[in-house]
T-cell receptor, first 110, second 116 residues
Framework: QKEVEQNSGPLSVPEGAIASLNCTYS??????FFWYRQYSGKSPELIMS????GDKEDGRFTAQLNKASQYVSLLIRDSQPSDSATYLC??????????FGAGTQVVVTP | NAGVTQTPKFRILKIGQSMTLQCTQD?????MYWYRQDPGMGLKLIYY???????DKGEVPNGYNVSRSTTEDFPLRLELAAPSQTSVYFC???????????????FGEGSWLTVV
């Protein structure tokens, strides 16, 4: 059974600080990894995709991938109240099927 | 451009009733998916389709059926509803499988189903 694991949180982060989210996956053959943001009552929204080892930056978001250690992380710099949401890690398998982690709730406190 | 449209948005079913969740996309996407999300959990794949006439089971298919008679539509049928099927259902679609810029998986807004 392929698994994607995330810390459940909630992760409380002061406004302006860095939020660090981690995700591990069990399928060593996985090649495509995604971070989704989900506000309460809404559908998941793609914020980052990463396919190669190393860092990928997009605005205040940085995704990090280490295939040897089978983990993916997401850093949110200068956290804002609007970043308060649940962040879902997803790994793409065959036929585009996504395997999701349970999500990490982030709460940005003023 | 409507994207992925799901109906109904909210529905209450009684135990043993049946219903169909509708999903339509207007982007000519080949690949379509149904996920369910229970409270505090990630999404789990119910069924998927790689094109009209072709469907297959995902991780949690029991109690559900699908069909894909056209490229645009991918309805999810719940037979003999049970309280365990109380969940939020998301339909999703993508054009291709490649990891190319712009080849995003699009999600519908979700359908909230309660079985009582």
């Amino acid at each position: 059974q392929k698994e994607v694991e995330q810390n459940s949180g909630p992760l409380s982060v002061p406004e302006g600080a860095i939020a660090s989210l981690n995700c591990t996956y069990s399928d060593r053959g996985s090649q495509s990894f995604f971070w989704y943001r989900q506000y309460s009552g809404k559908s998941p929204e793609l914020i980052m995709s990463i396919y190669s080892n190393g860092d990928k930056e997009d605005g205040r978001f940085t995704a990090q991938l280490n295939k040897a250690s089978q983990y993916v992380s997401l850093l949110i710099r200068d956290s804002q109240p609007s970043d308060s949401a649940t962040y879902l890690c997803a790994v793409k398998g065959d036929w585009g099927k996504l395997q999701f982690g349970a999500g990490t709730q982030v709460v940005v406190t003023p | 451009n409507a994207g992925v449209t799901q109906t109904p948005k909210f529905r209450i079913l009684k135990i043993g009733q049946s219903m169909t969740l509708q999903c339509t996309q207007d982007m000519n996407h080949n690949y379509m998916y149904w996920y369910r999300q229970d409270p505090g959990m990630g999404l789990k794949l119910i069924y998927y389709s790689v094109g009209a006439g072709i469907t297959d089971k995902g991780e949690v298919p029991n109690g559900y059926n699908v069909s894909r008679s056209t490229t645009e539509d991918f309805p999810l049928r719940l037979e003999l509803a049970a309280p365990s099927q109380t969940s939020v259902y998301f339909c999703a679609s993508s054009y291709s499988l490649g990891d190319l810029p712009g080849n995003t998986i699009y999600f519908g807004e979700g359908s909230w189903l309660t079985v009582v």
